[in-house]
Nanobody, 122 residues
Framework: VQLQAFGGGLVQAGGSLRLSCAARGSTSSIDTIGWYRQAPGKQRELVASISRGDSMHYLASVKDRFTISRDNAKNTVFLQMNSLKPEDTAVYYC?????????????????WGQGTLVTVSS
C-alpha cells in the first residue's frame, strides 16, 4: 500500500487549504488514516485521524478549524483546514495504522506518505 499526500501550498493567515491522502494498492488492510505535521525544529505531531468507522481524533489546537473526512470508495482521506495560522506552517504527512485513531506515537503508525508543505504567511 502506498499513501500519496497532496494539496499543500502557500496561503495567507485566515485562509483555507484542503489536503488529500490517496491510498494505492491493496487498500483492504487500511483501517485508520491520520495526518501528522512537523514544523522546523519541532517534533512530529498528530493533527487529526479517522478510523474506517469514522471515529475521529483531533489535536486540541486545530479542533475547531480542521475537519478530517474520508471517502472509502475512493480510498482517500481529506483534511480541510480553515482559519489557518502561521503556526500551522509545517510539512504535513499522512500515515496509516490498524486500530485506534487516538494513538499519537508516530512509531505506532506503520505506513507513511511523502510530505506536503503548508506555508501560512502572516
Amino acid at each position: 500500500v502506498q499513501l500519496q499526500a497532496f494539496g499543500g501550498g502557500l496561503v495567507q493567515a485566515g485562509g483555507s487549504l484542503r489536503l488529500s491522502c490517496a491510498a494505492r494498492g491493496s487498500t483492504s488492510s487500511i483501517d485508520t488514516i491520520g495526518w501528522y505535521r512537523q514544523a522546523p525544529g519541532k517534533q512530529r505531531e498528530l493533527v487529526a485521524s479517522i478510523s474506517r468507522g469514522d471515529s475521529m481524533h483531533y489535536l486540541a489546537s486545530v479542533k475547531d478549524r480542521f475537519t478530517i473526512s474520508r471517502d472509502n470508495a475512493k480510498n482517500t482521506v481529506f483534511l480541510q483546514m480553515n482559519s489557518l495560522k502561521p503556526e500551522d506552517t509545517a510539512v504535513y504527512y499522512c500515515a496509516s495504522r490498524v486500530g485506534s485513531p487516538r494513538v499519537t506515537t508516530a512509531s505506532d503508525w506503520g505506513r507513511w506518505g511523502q510530505g506536503t508543505l503548508v506555508t501560512v504567511s502572516s
